[in-house]
C-alpha cells in the first residue's frame, strides 16, 4: 500500500485539501506537523529545501518526488494513483476533460479569490491576534454571492461543475467553503442548485475523514 508524506498541519484548509484527495484515492499517508507558532514554515532549511515561498503543505511521495501547491499536489496524485478515479476525467475523453479544466479554472480565478481573504478575515484573524477587517470581509461576501450566481446557473443544469460526475474541481472549493458555511450559511444556502450542490460534496466520506484528521 502507498504511503505518501505530507508536511503541514491538519486543519489547514490547504493540506485538507490534499488529505481529502488521498481519502479519495485510498492513499495512506502520514501528516508531519509543521510548527507555525514557531514560524518553522519561514525558517531557512524549509525554504531551502522544501517550500521556497514558505508555504504549506508539500507532499513527499514513496519514490522521493517532492511537490508543493496543493492543486497541484492534487492532480499529481490522481495521475499516478487514481487515473481511472473520474477525479480527473481521461484525456482521451477531450469534451470531458475540457470541462473539468474549466471548472477547475472557475474555482481557481472566480472561488479562491474571494473565499480565501473572507475566510482569513471571518476565522482566521482572531488566530493569528488581530481584529477582522469588516469592510474586507464584506466587500469579499459580496464579491462571492455574485460569483456564486454563476455557479447557480451552471449547477440548475448538471450535478457537479465539470457535468454529472464529482471531480477535483469540486473538491478543491471543499475547505476555504467549510469555513465559510460555518459563519454563514446564507452564502451557499440561498441558492437552491448551490445549496444541493454543497451539502453533496461536503458529505463525502473524504471530507469528513479529513475534518477528523489530526
Given at each position: 500500500m502507498v504511503t505518501v508524506t505530507i508536511h503541514g498541519?491538519?486543519?489547514?484548509?490547504?493540506?485538507?485539501?490534499v488529505v481529502t484527495t488521498c481519502n479519495e484515492l485510498g492513499i495512506n499517508f502520514k501528516i508531519v506537523a509543521i510548527d507555525f507558532a514557531a514560524g518553522e514554515h519561514k525558517s531557512p532549511e524549509y525554504i531551502?529545501?522544501?517550500q521556497p515561498f514558505g508555504a504549506i503543505p508539500v507532499l513527499v511521495d514513496e519514490d522521493g518526488t517532492q511537490l508543493f501547491e496543493s492543486r497541484a499536489i492534487a492532480r499529481y496524485l490522481v495521475a499516478k494513483y487514481g487515473k481511472d478515479s473520474g477525479l480527473v476525467p481521461n484525456q482521451s475523453d477531450l469534451k470531458a476533460y475540457g470541462l473539468f479544466e474549466q471548472a477547475a479554472s472557475v474555482e481557481y480565478s472566480n472561488f479562491d479569490p474571494n473565499a480565501g481573504p473572507l475566510t482569513v478575515e471571518r476565522v482566521f484573524a482572531k488566530m493569528f491576534g488581530r481584529e477582522p477587517d469588516e469592510k474586507l470581509a464584506e466587500k469579499y461576501t459580496a464579491n462571492l454571492n455574485a460569483k456564486l450566481e454563476g455557479y447557480e446557473r451552471i449547477l440548475s443544469k448538471q450535478k457537479y461543475l465539470a457535468g454529472?460526475?464529482?471531480?477535483?474541481?469540486?473538491?478543491?472549493?471543499?475547505?476555504?467553503?467549510?469555513?465559510?458555511?460555518?459563519?454563514?450559511?446564507?452564502?451557499?444556502?440561498?441558492?437552491?442548485?448551490?445549496?444541493?450542490?454543497?451539502?453533496?460534496?461536503?458529505?463525502?466520506r473524504s471530507w469528513q475523514a479529513a475534518l477528523a484528521q489530526k
Open positions: 498541519v491538519a486543519m489547514s484548509t490547504c493540506t485538507q485539501r531551502e529545501t522544501k454529472d460526475n464529482f471531480t477535483l474541481a469540486d473538491l478543491f472549493h471543499i475547505p476555504y467553503g467549510h469555513h465559510i458555511n460555518n459563519v454563514d450559511p446564507t452564502i451557499f444556502g440561498s441558492k437552491p442548485n448551490v445549496k444541493r450542490w454543497w451539502n453533496d460534496i461536503t458529505s463525502r
